[in-house]
């Protein structure tokens, strides 16, 4: 992956040509063994004007004529690259795929930013009307609070928590701790979120080689295992969904990954979770099954989501800390449970990795893909 | 499929959902056998402000929670979809899925959604600087009557073939039949490209069922195999092309098409190529093996194409007279292929059809995705 940031030195093209590049280099083969890619971007065409990316990226890559595919699916994209990559493989039509995200986000501005990331809501149902994805999280935080009881503090502390792990990772956007007063003295952007609770606007990209298991096992010593897959939808404007607790996607998605890998909650070591806000994490660990509908809110606070708690979330520092480049999120993901499990996860490694699982969300919840990644 | 046209009494969602149901009671199933699905669009975010397709149509095609993923790679997007299902069943990871393509285009005017179709280039290195999508083909034109002796009256008929071809199709956006003469003296787009040589903006979807053979033939007596699916990329700009009187990664992707369905140019009955531009096709039908290169133009004016030609190119319409949602694209053709090979394409039936072929391309040439059909 590239270092998450402001990257303003380098662009959308360049952003995806060094992090394919170094992983085609850590995979240890050559560009001419990958037979197919695919790459989650967002918003490309609104943000940078162009479309067409798989074909731009096979070009920049070196890597034609071979095929690479653009999925999209909001905040979710990478995640869709990985599952579709998965597939490829699966199906035997490609023995070795290169899969990637990326985004490109700071070249316009924030309000601009904040309207084409509205495109992963429901336009004319939301949106439009001046509903914001601030606004619609807080709705849910809002509802969460009343039903479970949870409180502003126990939300940042999933913020204070992600800062801290980001410290350990240097391609992380911000690298220094915050506290609870912090978040709670931050500017409040949708009531009870405050800009402590919300992941920023950020430039990125990141990439895995997937390979069939035989293949894999004769470039590397460390291959990581897909033991599952799962994703699901949900209806796209919080107003119609049953649930606005938690993400009915997240749990569908995450059943079928877990009956897939035959493992559940308890069997997983380390787990990368969608924390676009404070809320999406406290309701992700509770809708992936690690801690009961409700008692998200104080296992965080009690530290049991921490490097050294019992079950630990987010240790790349997450969307809050690492960044949110959107279509780079699911595969940097999905690199930092492979550094976990090889361990090579530097100073924020959870000690005997061996399973894992990566948790992405779209939009407000609308797909929601799930991956449990096992060490060899 | 939805009629192709000016659609302005129906949404983008209605417009899917129409197709959808449509391709759902053709298949004779309910949509509770459906396990997945995918769905080709280039530029929602920027013609419609929404992205997220994929569950925006789980949601309004009462689909939730099955996954649905948007694919998109310029006007290719519909046949990445189809590749993305076909992918999706051969890897056993799904026994039925739905795949559509879709674009709602007339809602912006002409020259927004002309900048538009511009990010299926190169944007920093063609549209930014001036070029145009005409024009790009313009370029290919010229230097193809320049090496070839093709000639304007040549490329102007494929334009007259197709809207003959589109009269007898109810779903074409353009019924009516036009002159070589008429081409001729129509208002110049990029010399030697006039209006009459380009496929228009159209509002439309398309939809397909895809099944495991075994699963298929229990729901149809009609199924139709996908026999070959090819895709290949070439450089996304003009200028960085080893060829530019055809497209190489047309040849590249039927190659693969061509020997994974065990089959030639000789044995297609009736082929859907990508005419966004009359020289287009001159080059589609070359490329993909049915003429020598350099004797398309006089091929399309000699009838060889025609419906009762040597090989029936284009016999919805094209995207010419079918007209050219850009998403939809791709499956609207694999539609046309469907009928055909059922014997059901009614007035423009090409006897005894037993194999055919859907050619999509992507941009001005970056990508192309080519599917082999045969009839069981």
Chains 1, 2 share one sequence.
Not at 36 to 44: E, I, Q, R
Not at 220 to 240: C, E, F, M, N, R
Not at 262 to 282: L, N, R, T, W, Y
Request: aromatic share 6%; glycine share 12%; proline share 3%.
């Amino acid at each position: 992956m590239t270092k998450f940031g402001e990257n303003w030195e380098h662009g959308f093209r360049d952003l995806v040509a060094q992090a394919g590049t170094k992983a085609i280099m850590d995979a240890g083969i050559s560009g001419d063994k990958i037979s197919a890619g695919f790459v989650g971007t967002m918003a490309s065409g609104k943000l940078i004007g162009q479309e067409h990316i798989g074909a731009l990226l096979a070009d920049y890559m070196g890597l034609n004529p071979i095929p690479i595919t653009r999925v999209e699916g909001a905040c979710a994209s990478g995640s869709l690259a990985l599952r579709q990559g998965f597939m490829a493989v699966a199906s035997g039509m490609h023995d070795i795929v290169v899969v990637g995200g990326v985004e490109k986000m700071t070249d316009l501005g924030v309000n601009a930013v904040s309207d084409i990331l509205g495109g992963a809501g429901d336009q004319e149902w939301e949106l439009f009307l001046g509903a914001t994805f601030p606004g619609i999280y807080a709705l849910m935080a809002r509802k969460h609070m009343e039903q479970y009881g949870t409180t502003e503090e126990m939300l940042a502390s999933a913020s204070v928590k992600n800062h801290k792990n980001g410290v350990k990772n240097k391609y992380a956007q911000f690298q220094r701790e915050i506290t609870i007063d912090d978040v709670m003295k931050s500017k409040v952007v949708a009531s009870p979120l405050k800009v402590l609770d919300c992941s920023p606007i950020t430039d990125g990209a990141a990439a895995v080689v997937l390979a069939a298991t035989e293949v894999a096992e004769s470039f590397t010593k460390k291959p990581v295992h897909i033991a599952g897959s799962g994703q699901a939808s949900d209806s796209i404007a919080l107003h119609s969904r049953e649930l606005v607790t938690g993400l009915k996607a997240t749990q569908v998605a995450s059943k079928k990954a877990y009956e897939r890998a035959a493992v559940g909650p308890k069997d997983i070591d380390v787990v990368e979770v969608h924390d676009c806000f404070s809320i999406a994490e406290i309701m992700a660990i509770e809708d992936l099954g690690f801690f009961e509908k409700g008692q998200g809110g104080p296992a965080s606070m009690e530290g049991k989501t921490a490097l050294d708690g019992e079950i630990p979330v987010n240790t790349s520092g997450g969307l809050k800390a690492c960044g949110h480049p959107v279509g780079a999120t699911g595969i940097k993901q999905a690199v930092e449970i492979c550094w976990q499990l090889r361990g090579e996860a530097e100073g924020r490694q959870v000690k005997d990795a061996s399973i894992g699982m990566t948790h992405n969300v779209g939009g407000s919840g609308a797909t929601a893909v799930v991956h449990v990644l096992k060490k060899s």
